[in-house]
C-alpha cells in the first residue's frame, strides 16, 4: 500500500459525459500528478499541482482539467467524453520539494462506452 | 526530446535470473526508477538510481547504470513465479514528471 488512495475504483460513462476522478496524496506530501495508461499510448505524464498550484502540464487534452484543494487532496475532470479516454488513470504523490520520488495510487479505470 | 525504450517481452525459468533493459535518451535525467505492475493493479515502485551512481544493489535486485550509453538494467535474482507482471523503467525528466517506458513483461515458468 503506498499510501496515495484513488477513487473510484471503476467507473463506466457513455460518451459525450463528464466524470470526476479523486486522489488523496501521501500523508505529508504536497505534490500530486496524474497519469494516463491505455494501450495505444503507454504511461503518459498528464498534470501535476505542487501545494496546490499547478506546476507542470503534459499530454493534457483542453476537455481535461485538474485542481488541487487546500487540504491537498486532487481531482482530475474529464469532459466530453470520448471511446479514447477509456484508459487507467494513475495519481502519485511526492515529497515537500515536489521533486522526490513519486508513489502512485491503485489507479481508477474508466470505461467510456 | 525524451524517449525511453524497453523490450516487449522476457521469459525466464523459476530459479533462474531476469535481466530487463532500457535505454532513454535525456542525459539530463536526475533519477531512474523501475516499477512493478500486476495485472489489474498499481504501479509499486521497486528501486531507484541516482544518476551519480554506477550500480545499487536491493536484496534480490540490482540495478546497473551506463550513462555514455544511456542504458538502465534490472538484474532479479532467483526469479520467482510472483515476480511475473509488467516493469516499467522511468526517468525523471525536469525534476517532475516521470517519462516512461513502453514495459516488459515478464513471464516466470515453474
Same mark, same amino acid.
Not at chain 1, 8 to 32: E, F, M, W, Y
Not at chain 2, 9 to 32: A, H, K, M
Given at each position: 500500500?503506498?499510501?496515495? &488512495?484513488? &477513487?473510484?475504483?471503476? !467507473?463506466?460513462?457513455?460518451?459525450?459525459?463528464? =466524470?470526476?476522478?479523486?486522489?488523496?496524496?501521501?500523508?505529508?506530501? !504536497?505534490? =500530486?500528478y496524474?497519469?494516463?495508461?491505455?494501450?495505444?499510448?503507454? !504511461?503518459?505524464?498528464?498534470?501535476?499541482?505542487?501545494?496546490?498550484?499547478?506546476? @507542470?502540464?503534459?499530454?493534457?487534452?483542453?476537455?481535461?482539467?485538474?485542481?488541487?484543494?487546500?487540504?491537498?487532496?486532487?481531482?482530475?475532470?474529464?469532459?466530453?467524453?470520448?471511446?479514447?479516454?477509456? @484508459?487507467?488513470?494513475?495519481?502519485?504523490?511526492?515529497?515537500?520539494?515536489?521533486?522526490? &520520488?513519486?508513489y502512485?495510487?491503485?489507479? &481508477?479505470?474508466? !470505461?467510456?462506452? | 526530446?525524451?524517449?525511453v525504450?524497453? #523490450?516487449?517481452?522476457? #521469459?525466464?525459468?523459476?530459479?533462474?535470473?531476469?535481466?530487463?533493459?532500457?535505454?532513454?535518451?535525456?542525459?539530463?535525467?536526475?533519477?531512474?526508477?523501475?516499477?512493478?505492475?500486476?495485472?489489474?493493479?498499481?504501479?509499486?515502485?521497486l528501486?531507484?538510481?541516482? #544518476?551519480?551512481?554506477?550500480?545499487?544493489?536491493?536484496?534480490?535486485?540490482?540495478?546497473?547504470?551506463?550513462?555514455?550509453?544511456?542504458?538502465?538494467?534490472?538484474?532479479?535474482?532467483?526469479?520467482?513465479?510472483?515476480?511475473?507482471?509488467?516493469?516499467?523503467?522511468?526517468?525523471?525528466?525536469?525534476?517532475?514528471?516521470?517519462?516512461? %517506458? %513502453?514495459?516488459?513483461?515478464?513471464?516466470?515458468?515453474?
Open positions: 500500500d503506498s499510501g496515495v &488512495t484513488q &477513487t473510484p475504483k471503476h !467507473l463506466i460513462t457513455a460518451t459525450g459525459q463528464r =466524470v470526476t476522478l479523486r486522489c488523496s496524496p501521501r500523508s505529508g506530501d !504536497l505534490s =500530486v496524474w497519469y494516463q495508461q491505455s494501450l495505444d499510448q503507454g !504511461l503518459q505524464f498528464l498534470i501535476q499541482y505542487y501545494n496546490g498550484e499547478e506546476r @507542470a502540464k503534459g499530454n493534457i487534452l483542453e476537455r481535461f482539467s485538474a485542481q488541487q484543494f487546500p487540504d491537498l487532496h486532487s481531482e482530475l475532470n474529464l469532459s466530453s467524453l470520448e471511446l479514447g479516454d477509456s @484508459a487507467l488513470y494513475f495519481c502519485a504523490s511526492s515529497g515537500p520539494s515536489g521533486r522526490e &520520488t513519486q502512485f495510487g491503485p489507479g &481508477t479505470r474508466l !470505461l467510456v462506452l | 526530446g525524451e524517449d525504450e524497453q #523490450s516487449l517481452f522476457l #521469459s525466464v525459468r523459476e530459479g533462474d535470473s531476469s535481466v530487463i533493459n532500457c535505454t532513454y535518451t535525456d542525459s539530463s535525467s536526475t533519477y531512474l526508477y523501475w516499477y512493478k505492475q500486476e495485472p489489474g493493479a498499481g504501479l509499486q515502485l528501486t531507484y538510481i541516482f #544518476s551519480n551512481m554506477d550500480m545499487k544493489q536491493d536484496q534480490r535486485l540490482t540495478v546497473l547504470l551506463n550513462k555514455k550509453d544511456k542504458h538502465l538494467s534490472l538484474r532479479i535474482a532467483d526469479t520467482q513465479t510472483g515476480d511475473s507482471a509488467i516493469y516499467f523503467c522511468a526517468e525523471n525528466f525536469a525534476g517532475n514528471m516521470l517519462t516512461f %517506458g %513502453g514495459g516488459t513483461r515478464l513471464m516466470v515458468k515453474p
